[in-house]
Structures are given as structure tokens and as C-alpha cells.
């Protein structure tokens, strides 16, 4: 039993070293040049000489898409209620977000760029839409699968509709709600180096289009390693949060 739990424990770090091994014996046992495809050493080399630039634009990047973010979790939980707990609601308002959802949101940048300028307001808002339909959709899912069978149980009790959805449905749906935040975050990091990318003045999606364009593709790569790391840190601390806090969902699992 401690063997298994150790190599699971350490596997995701035996897959890393493997892959950039890989990486780097490829890249150099063939002699690719670096502005074609660079090594993983030659990725490193580009961090420590531009960590300042790399730290100060990932920053901005950071912090932009967590503006975004909060509006997503905002919206998506106040709309997944909505969508959840009303067949009238469902019926007419998902297959709108499902339509709007579909939009490529690299077609809305510039729209963004027209209404709110260069600057902040296209990747918060890029960072907003492309995150929020995952948590709509996790919550009105979790309220909307409420097993008839405990409403009727819980009305005969005396309780309303109201205290069925607050007391048992929102509950219920929390594992279905960090499921979607792990999801959405992701995303909201790709909308807001989207929006970088096509209009912003900073943030790591401007540094790799410049990058790009004085062919300095290590650079751009380690903008791209950036992301997936800030990405990767947030996704593991929904995945604490939800460990402690709906733990009650995942027992099999854990004994597993």
C-alpha cells in the first residue's frame, strides 16, 4: 500500500523528468536549431536571463485573469441557480449560452478592443466569457439531477422549494462547482493571453508575440512554460480546497 501511494505520489514528476529528457535528447541528437524548436536547457537559459521580464509580465497576466475569473464565478454561480432551479429558466436560457458559448472567443477580441480600447478591460472580459459556462453549467447541472425522490421526502417534512435548493441542492452541487473551477481557470488563463496576444500592451501573451517576432522562440516557450505552471498551481489549490471541503463526495476515491 505505501509503494503504490509513494509512486502515485511521485509519478507526475517521473512523467516531467522523462518528457524533458526526451526533449532534450531529440533536440540535440538531431541539432534543431533553437528558433526552429528550442531545448529544455535552452528554455531555461531564456528564464534566468529574462526572469525579470518573465515575473513582471506574469504577474500581469496573473492578476488580470483572476479579475476575470471572479466575475466568472460570480455570474456562472448566479446563473447555474437560476438555470437549476427553474425548468422555465433552463428551457430558455441554455441553449442561448450554449449558442454564445460556441462563438470562437478570438472572433470577440477585437469587438472588445473597439468598445474598451488596448489595455486591461479586452483580457478581463476575454478571461470572463471564455471561463464562466463551465461553472453555469456544473451548478445548474448539481441543482437540476436533485433526486426527486429526497425533494418529495424533504417536502412532506415541511420544507419549501427554496430550502430544498439552499439547504440540499447548493451542497450537493459543490463538488460539481470545483469541478468547473478547475476547468474554468484553465480556460481563463488561455482567454486572457488571447487577449494579450491580439491586444494587449503587457502580460505574458505580449511578451511571447514579441518574442515571435524577433524570432527569440526560447523566450516564447518559456512565456508558454509560465502559463502552464500558474495554471497548473491554481488548478492544484481548487483541488485542495475541494479535498477538504467536499471530501464527504470523494471517500471511495480516497480509499481507493
Known sequence: ??????????????VLATVLLLWQAIVSGLGIAEFIFPSPWQIAREFIAFKGALLEAAWKTFWVT???????????????????SSRLAYT???PL??????VPKAAIVPILVVWFGIGLGPGILTAFLISFF????????GLATLEPELEDVLRVLGARR????????????MPYFFGSLKVAITLAFVGTVLAEMTAGDSGIGY????????????????????????????YELFSWIERRTTGWAHRGLQSA
Open 162 to 173: 427554496w430550502d430544498v435548493l439552499v439547504k440540499v441542492g447548493l451542497p450537493r452541487s
Open 92 to 94: 430558455a436560457l441554455y
Open 134 to 141: 463551465p461553472i453555469t453549467v456544473n451548478i445548474a447541472t
Open 207 to 234: 511578451l511571447i508575440n514579441s518574442a515571435g517576432s524577433q524570432q527569440r522562440i526560447p523566450l516564447a516557450f518559456a512565456g508558454l512554460v509560465t502559463i502552464g505552471v500558474m495554471a497548473m498551481a491554481m
Open 97 to 102: 449560452m450554449v449558442a454564445f458559448n460556441a
Open 66 to 84: 483572476m479579475l476575470g475569473f471572479g466575475l466568472a464565478i460570480a455570474v456562472g454561480v448566479l446563473l447555474g441557480f437560476l438555470v437549476g
Open 1 to 14: 500500500m505505501k509503494v503504490g501511494k509513494t509512486l502515485e505520489r511521485w509519478s507526475p514528476l517521473v
